[in-house]
């Protein structure tokens, strides 16, 4: 499978996807930010009581640690900005990462590690329900990010990326995507990167509802998420 995967990939390095492509249909583009927006204010009001409780449980695990963690993110075309999330590791994470790195669980140019010693208790049930992605909402309102689209990479994770890969920041990153709600723990990085071209291949309104309604019910019902 893994070797059918490979052949695909080298296979498609010569019919690259390109911005026009990709940014053709203008009516889906509108009626997409539009969605965003509404989406975003909708969700950024009706779960403000939740924002309060993580907040308040985040402060009283560590209160001298921040309550929102700030990361920059790389996005469409290339384009740095900040993504915000609940902080649901150690103040120091990012310190910290440098000596984890060789226990990383997953292939490519990211890092996961299931039982990340960085992580703090309230931390752990943030990640497995995706609430510390809730503050994203607000980067959807600034138009940073969709409410659906490829999971924002790192600039380290960019700065591995093949030609083939970048692909997947022709669009603008999203909260939910694909991979998000296709058991994404149990997926490498090749994996990710041609589910992300899938959705770009054939998103629309009505894929991008339909993978809200299932980043909403991963929500609900909590996956292995970490």
């Given at each position: 499978?893994?070797?059918?995967?490979?052949?695909?990939?080298?296979?498609?390095?010569?019919?690259?996807?390109?911005?026009?492509?990709?940014?053709?249909?203008?009516?889906?583009?509108?009626?997409?930010?539009?969605?965003?927006?509404?989406?975003?204010?909708?969700?950024?009001?009706?779960?403000?009581?939740?924002?309060?409780?993580?907040?308040?449980?985040?402060?009283?695990?560590?209160?001298?640690?921040?309550?929102?963690?700030?990361?920059?993110?790389?996005?469409?075309?290339?384009?740095?900005?900040?993504?915000?999330?609940f902080r649901s590791m150690v103040s120091d994470a990012?310190?910290?990462?440098?000596?984890?790195?060789?226990?990383?669980?997953?292939?490519?140019?990211?890092?996961?590690?299931?039982?990340?010693?960085?992580?703090?208790?309230i931390g752990k049930f943030i990640r497995k329900t995706?609430?510390?992605?809730?503050?994203?909402?607000?980067?959807?309102?600034?138009?940073?990010?969709?409410?659906?689209?490829?999971?924002?990479?790192?600039?380290?994770?960019?700065?591995?990326?093949?030609?083939?890969?970048?692909?997947?920041?022709?669009?603008?990153?999203?909260?939910?995507?694909?991979?998000?709600?296709?058991?994404?723990?149990?997926?490498?990085?090749?994996?990710?990167?041609?589910?992300?071209l899938k959705y770009i291949n054939e998103r629309s309104?009505?894929?991008?509802?339909?993978?809200?309604?299932?980043?909403?019910?991963?929500?609900?019902?909590?996956?292995?998420?970490?």
């Amino acid at each position: 499978m893994k070797a059918v995967a490979v052949e695909q990939r080298v296979s498609s390095a010569d019919h690259l996807l390109t911005a026009d492509q990709v940014n053709a249909d203008l009516n889906y583009l509108r009626m997409k930010r539009l969605t965003d927006i509404i989406g975003s204010l909708i969700g950024l009001i009706l779960l403000s009581p939740i924002f309060l409780i993580v907040a308040i449980l985040i402060k009283i695990e560590d209160p001298k640690g921040p309550i929102f963690f700030k990361q920059i993110r790389i996005g469409k075309d290339e384009t740095q900005f900040h993504m915000y999330k609940f902080r649901s590791m150690v103040s120091d994470a990012e310190e910290r990462l440098k000596d984890l790195l060789a226990l990383n669980e997953v292939s490519g140019a990211m890092f996961k590690m299931k039982e990340d010693p960085r992580i703090t208790r309230i931390g752990k049930f943030i990640r497995k329900t995706s609430i510390d992605e809730l503050p994203q909402l607000w980067n959807v309102l600034r138009g940073d990010m969709s409410l659906v689209g490829p999971r924002p990479p790192l600039l380290r994770e960019v700065e591995e990326y093949t030609k083939y890969d970048k692909q997947r920041l022709l669009v603008t990153p999203g909260c939910a995507g694909l991979w998000q709600v296709s058991g994404r723990n149990n997926l490498g990085f090749n994996e990710m990167v041609e589910l992300d071209l899938k959705y770009i291949n054939e998103r629309s309104l009505i894929y991008d509802i339909k993978i809200i309604i299932r980043t909403i019910m991963i929500m609900i019902i909590p996956n292995n998420a970490y």
